[in-house]
């Protein structure tokens, strides 16, 4: 829920916050139903989206998956995965929970060792995220009439190195690996793409492959 000072609006009724939404998302002092509702601090503003369906959810899974199977076929393959994870923005005063963070193994073990509540940039070797109907525009590069950030500019911002955007829109149905970052203009200078049916090459240092043969757009 969007606002230009830190509020959460019901219907035409304001309440005002008792602190501003990055310091109550950072204390998990926002109370919401436990149904799979997630609440995110996009560019200062808190975004509630429902709980993700279950096309959405297979899609996070067919990466897992091929990451895992990397993991096998591989000896030495550095690279774990972990989904529905803060990560907490700092620098920015942003947190969002990617769909998937992959990060490498002994940042894996250290972060399970020291039970982290939060992971931090630098942290993160990639972050995923898969577009639903109801906050697809948080997750993309913005648009020309959007004045505020979006996740995009958000990732660049602090340097998270690549960007797999899974768009699921009907006119767009397609992978985006962004990488390159500019903190200066919070933007990613490269990008590479695959439709849904191809095969997306991930590079290096990741080296591993993810099928989408299955992957479906949101209906409508």
């Known amino acids: 829920m969007r606002g230009e000072s830190p509020k959460v609006s019901t219907v035409a009724h304001f309440h005002a916050l008792p602190d501003t939404p990055y310091n109550l998302w950072l204390r ?96 993160v070797g990639m972050v995923m995220e898969v577009t639903s109907r109801s906050n697809a525009a948080d997750d993309r ?24 955007l899974v768009d699921r829109a009907p006119r767009s149905a397609q992978a985006v690996l962004y990488s390159d970052p500019d903190p200066a203009s919070g933007s990613y200078l490269h990008f590479e793409s695959w439709k849904f049916g191809e095969t997306i090459h991930l590079p290096e240092p990741f080296g591993f492959e993810i099928g989408t043969d299955e992957w479906r757009v949101w209906d409508g």
């Open 28 to 123: 998990d002092e926002l109370a919401l139903p436990n149904d799979g509702t997630r609440v995110e601090v996009v560019a200062g503003d808190m975004v509630v989206s429902p709980g993700p369906t279950y096309d959405h959810n297979l899609i996070v899974q067919d990466v897992q998956r091929a990451l895992f199977a990397a993991e096998t076929a591989t000896p030495g393959f550095r690279w774990r995965c972990v989904h529905t994870m803060d990560l907490n923005l700092s620098d920015i005063h942003d947190g969002y929970i990617p769909d998937l963070i992959i990060l490498d193994v002994d940042t894996s073990t250290k972060a399970r060792d020291t039970h982290v509540r939060h992971l931090l940039p630098d942290q």
């Open 141 to 164: 590069q913005p648009t020309l009439r959007r004045s505020t950030g979006t996740k995009w500019n958000g990732y660049a911002q602090v340097e998270v190195a690549y960007y797999l």
